[in-house]
Structure formats: C-alpha cells, structure tokens
C-alpha cells in the first residue's frame, strides 16, 4: 500500500511564503492523482489543489488561486504544494491524498491520506 507523509508546515507571517511536501512510499507516486486538503478547527476539511498523475493537469480552489502552486517530482515519490502571500485564514492543518480515479476536491476518491502537517499564520 502507498504511504504519505506530509512535511513543510511551520508559523508564517501574514505575506509569506511556505513550501509542503508530501512524501510517497510503498507504491509508485505516478499512479496516483494527488489531492492537497485542508481543515481548520470547527470547520470541515476542504479541497485545496490536486494534481494529475503526469503533472499535466492541475486545479485549485478558488480561495487560493494565484497564491498556491503545486507541483510533483514523481522520480522522487513527492508531490509540493508552494503556498505564497499567506493569509491567516490559510492557518489549517494540511493533508495529501492519493486517487486512483479522477482529482476531485471531495474527500471520499481518495484512498490513502497522510497524517497532516500544521500550517499557522500569525503575526
């Protein structure tokens, strides 16, 4: 089976920048279309990007557009997620995803989840 672990979160100022990674074993990356989601406290957890399994194809939620990248390196196992001009709404607990199917920014294609890295923005 495939495991994701997810790395890069950290306090951030409002304005900058951050770079998540989430990191494949067990089973090959690019097989797989891979989902960033997040969830904040009290809130449900929502579909951020998602990438195709070739990195030809990408999506992101409206909130986000134009300040997130994600990206994959599938000769490393690892899909990123560049988040720039941060704003403390982004302050979330950050997951990656694994699909076999199609990207969607619900949560239930998705059949293998990491375990979450903390993003906080503050001054």
């Known amino acids: 089976q495939l495991q994701l672990v997810e790395s890069g979160g950290g306090l951030v100022q409002p304005g900058g920048s951050l770079r998540l990674s989430c990191a494949a074993s067990?089973?090959?990356?690019?097989?797989?279309?891979i989902g960033w989601f997040r969830q904040a406290p009290g809130k449900e957890r929502e579909g951020v990007s998602c990438?195709?399994?070739?990195?030809?194809?990408?999506y992101y939620v409206d909130s986000v557009k134009g300040r997130f990248t994600i990206s994959r390196d599938n000769a490393s196992n690892t899909v990123y997620l560049r988040m720039n001009s941060l704003k403390s709404e982004d302050t979330a607990i950050y997951y990656c995803?694994?699909?076999?199917?199609?990207?969607?920014?619900?949560?239930?294609?998705?059949?293998?989840w990491g375990q979450g890295t903390q993003v906080t923005v503050s001054s």
């Open positions: 995803a694994a699909a076999k199917g199609y990207c969607s920014a619900n949560v239930f294609p998705y059949d293998y």
């Open positions: 067990g089973l090959t990356l690019d097989f797989y279309n």
């Open positions: 990438i195709t399994r070739r990195g030809f194809s990408v």
